[in-house]
């Protein structure tokens, strides 16, 4: 199992209660779609999964780390080298080509990957010939296939992605799924979703729906 959360809680001020004792399993290799009302608790419950957030109580275990226990620095290397983070804006920076902005994480974290790695991730999201390429010359799917080659750079345990085709029309939407549906079976990418979807939704292997910061069913 590469995910697991025990009884999670966060609250914010004024006592907002964005989760309210959360418990799951995420088994590795499986795709699962999180999906629920407005204000129900997803995106509260992925980021502190993925360690952007920290949960005020309860447990939570990624590839084999408590996350509670992890001080701020062992919590940024994890995040940075066992997490990917997909968004629904794409968070592209313009002035870099896509292969620059696919290594750019691994740039600030001091490592420069090589061309070759850098070829086999864009290669991966079907993009190996646009790796020059500046964010303003590529559409929205391809923008956003380039936000899933840099997420994917560190060969992630979990590939996290908040409403990652929210931006998209239909059709490029059903591209961008068929690429996450692929990373599952064929790369055992354990990958995780938030949507509102119903056909997001069937893309993956089990649906998770919130309601009130708990997991309804
Ligand atoms: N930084 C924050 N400060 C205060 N309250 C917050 C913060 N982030 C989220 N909340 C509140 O926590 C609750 C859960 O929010 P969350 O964003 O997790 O819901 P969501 O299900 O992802 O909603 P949506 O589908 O609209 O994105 C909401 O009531 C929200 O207003």
């Known amino acids: ?23 799951a399993r ?10 629920g009302p407005s204000g129900s608790g997803k995106s509260t419950l992925l980021h502190c999964a993925a360690g952007l957030d920290r949960a005020d109580s309860g447990e939570i275990i990624l590839a084999g780390a408590s996350l509670t226990g992890l001080g701020e620095t062992a919590l940024t290397l994890l995040r940075r ?12 920076v313009p002035s870099l080509t896509a292969a620059q902005n696919v290594a750019l994480p691994a740039r600030l974290a001091g490592r420069k990957p ?12 079907g993009l190996q010939a646009r790796g020059e390429h500046y964010p303003s010359e590529l559409s929205g799917g391809e923008q956003q296939r ?10 992630p345990a979990v590939l ?6 929210g931006a998209l029309d239909s059709q490029t939407s059903r591209e961008v799924l068929t690429l996450l549906r692929k990373l599952v079976d064929d790369e055992g ?3 995780i979703i938030i949507t509102h979807d119903p056909v997001a939704a069937g893309y993956a292997d089990r649906k998770v729906q919130m309601a009130d910061g708990v997991i309804a069913c």
Not at 81 to 92: E, P, S, T
Request: net charge positive.
């Open 114 to 125: 090589s061309r070759s790695e850098l070829a086999a991730a864009l290669a991966a999201v």
């Open 1 to 23: 199992m590469t995910l697991q959360l025990r009884d999670v809680r966060k609250t914010y001020g004024r006592g907002v209660v964005a989760l309210n004792g959360v418990s």
């Open 189 to 191: 990418q354990t990958l």
């Open 146 to 155: 380039v936000a899933i080659a840099r997420a994917l750079l560190t060969r």
């Open 26 to 35: 995420f088994e590795a290799g499986s795709f699962t779609a999180v999906m």
């Open 160 to 165: 996290f992605a908040d409403e990652p085709t």
């Open 81 to 92: 080298d066992r997490v990917g983070f997909v968004f629904q804006a794409f968070n592209l």
